[in-house]
């Protein structure tokens, strides 16, 4: 499947964003999804996940209470709510998909597509 983040942007601390990711190619409920980011310096880290039915979503604790990973099947587009943000949220955002049946907590080298990131930038 073929992947396209979007809505990143500049905001302050403490402001709200809403990233999309519109998915292209194939079936698209039939994939787990998941968020990462990747910080100037750093490696890509897991950050978000959520089932191909919603049931079941899971988060890295540094961002639990305050993004929230959502999907919506019939137009084939996975979101990340980003509330509350903190400047140590600046990174660039990737969406991920895979196949295999869900687990919580994902590696890179769990995922098979990748879209190419949105940057979220948080000033202090």
């Known amino acids: 499947v073929q992947l396209q983040a979007s809505g990143g942007g500049l905001v302050q601390a403490g402001d709200s964003l809403r990233l999309s990711c519109k998915a292209s190619g194939d079936t698209f409920d039939i994939y787990s999804l998941a968020w990462f980011r990747q910080a100037p310096g750093r490696e890509r880290e897991f950050v978000a996940s959520i089932s191909w039915n919603t049931y079941s979503t899971h988060y890295v604790d540094s961002v639990k209470g305050r993004f929230t990973i959502s999907r919506d099947n019939p137009e084939n587009t996975l979101y990340l709510q980003l509330t509350n943000l903190k400047p140590e949220d600046t990174a660039v955002y990737y969406c991920?998909?895979?196949?295999?049946?869900?687990?919580?907590?994902?590696?890179?080298?769990?995922?098979?597509?990748w879209g190419r990131g949105t940057l979220v930038t948080v000033s202090s």
């Open positions: 991920a998909a895979d196949q295999s049946p869900y687990k919580p907590k994902y590696k890179t080298t769990d995922m098979r597509d």
